[in-house]
Nanobody, 122 residues
Framework: VQLQASGGGLVQAGGSLRLSCVGS????????MGWFRQAPGKEREFVAA????????LYADYVKDRFTISRDNAKNTVYLQMNKLKPEDTAVYYC????????????????WGQGTQVTVSS
């Protein structure tokens, strides 16, 4: 599946952004989806994942209670609603997809989007 992420930008600390990722080329419902991020000089890290049905989701501790992952299979889209943003959330955010939920969580997905930049100013 091909993935196209969007929605990044510059926001002040405490603000909100919603990222979107549209999938194409394969049956979207066959895939679990996730978001990772990579800050300058740091390794890529897990943010959130969601199963194909949306029935289960997992969050990294550092975004729990601030970020929400969701999906709309009719629109082939997964979202990441980010609230109460902090400067340390500044990173390039990547969406990812794999038929196996565990592969998404472990960062071993078969498909990755191009990334969208999120910058949070203090």
């Amino acid at each position: 599946v091909q993935l196209q992420a969007s929605g990044g930008g510059l926001v002040q600390a405490g603000g909100s952004l919603r990222l979107s990722c549209v999938g194409s080329g394969r049956t979207f419902e066959d895939y679990s989806m996730g978001w990772f991020r990579q800050a300058p000089g740091k390794e890529r890290e897990f943010v959130a994942a969601i199963t194909w049905s949306g029935g289960n989701a997992l969050y990294a501790d550092y975004v729990k209670d601030r970020f929400t992952i969701s999906r709309d299979n009719a629109k082939n889209t997964v979202y990441l609603q980010m609230n109460k943003l902090k400067p340390e959330d500044t990173a390039v955010y990547y969406c990812t997809a794999d038929p196996q939920y565990l592969a998404v969580i472990r960062g071993l997905s078969e498909s990755w989007g191009q990334g969208t930049q999120v910058t949070v100013s203090s």
